[in-house]
């Protein structure tokens, strides 16, 4: 069992950055692939980005892999996802996602891959 608590969401004018955390708890975490994804108002789910279980490889929407980056750190069972140059179609609510696969494939931009999900953290960015 993972669980995933997001934080550092918020209000940010555009032009701005955040950064995001994913906690995890479950001693089995390091194994699992994280991805972020986003859900706007009236949108469908949207894949943002993803990391291995190492965090040796990262995947990337294409239209956001010049602003967004994402990292983690094992040991403090944590993924992060910085979001610099913010944009006002960035604003959704950013969810964390774990997928017991561990690995970059195919499938990382598919919430289906997905097991274990977070509430989401709310990122408004306005003018």
């Known amino acids: 069992q993972v669980q995933l608590v997001e934080s550092g969401g918020g209000l940010v004018q555009a032009g701005g950055s955040l950064r995001l955390s994913c906690a995890a708890s479950g001693r089995t975490f390091t194994t699992y692939a994280v991805g972020w994804f986003r859900q706007a108002p009236g949108k469908e789910r949207e894949f943002v980005a993803a990391?291995?279980?190492?965090?040796?490889?990262?995947h990337y929407a294409n239209s956001l892999k010049d602003r967004f980056t994402i990292s983690r750190d094992n040991d403090k069972n944590t993924v992060y996802l910085q979001m610099n140059s913010l944009e006002l179609e960035d604003t959704a609510v950013y969810y964390c996602?774990?997928?017991?696969?561990?690995?970059?494939?195919?499938?990382?931009?598919?919430?289906?891959?997905?097991?274990?999900w977070g509430q989401g953290t709310q990122v408004t960015v306005s003018l």
């Open positions: 996602a774990a997928d017991p696969s561990g690995v970059i494939t195919f499938a990382t931009p598919y919430p289906d891959e997905y097991e274990y």
């Open positions: 990391v291995n279980w190492g965090g040796t490889i990262t």
